[in-house]
Nanobody, 123 residues
Framework: QVQLVESGGGLVQAGGSLRLSCATS????????MGWFRQAPGKEREFVSSINWSGGSDYAESVKGRFTISRDNAKNTVYLQMNSLKPEDTAVYYC?????????????????WGQGTQVTVSS
């Protein structure tokens, strides 16, 4: 299992930026894939972005070109840089870790989850 702790959420105006961080412990970070998901009130949890062990990334269409995922294996941390934020990006953002190196868009494929961090974008 991997322990995950997110940080960096907050309130920002539309068009602004935030950077989320997810610090991990408990497993060799460099060998595992990581993902970011979000859940807005009354909606299903949805895939946002993922990064595999070698740095290859994937994005939901709704965030492509605005969000960037990255990882720092020396710090056991994954980041989500969010630019040009929109009110529809408002949600609780969750970091997730797989037990393998290849990423996935499916939430059920991730074994470890953080507690979530709130992102609120005002119009």
């Amino acid at each position: 299992q991997v322990q995950l702790v997110e940080s960096g959420g907050g309130l920002v105006q539309a068009g602004g930026s935030l950077r989320l961080s997810c610090a991990t412990s408990g497993r060799t970070f460099s060998n595992i894939a990581m993902g970011w998901f979000r859940q807005a009130p009354g909606k299903e949890r949805e895939f946002v972005s993922s990064i595999n062990w070698s740095g290859g990334s994937d994005y939901a269409e709704s965030v492509k070109g605005r969000f960037t995922i990255s990882r720092d294996n020396a710090k056991n941390t994954v980041y989500l840089q969010m630019n040009s934020l929109k009110p529809e990006d408002t949600a609780v953002y969750y970091c997730a870790g797989r037990m393998v190196g290849w990423a996935s868009r499916g939430a059920a494929d991730y074994a470890s989850w953080g507690q979530g961090t709130q992102v609120t974008v005002s119009s």
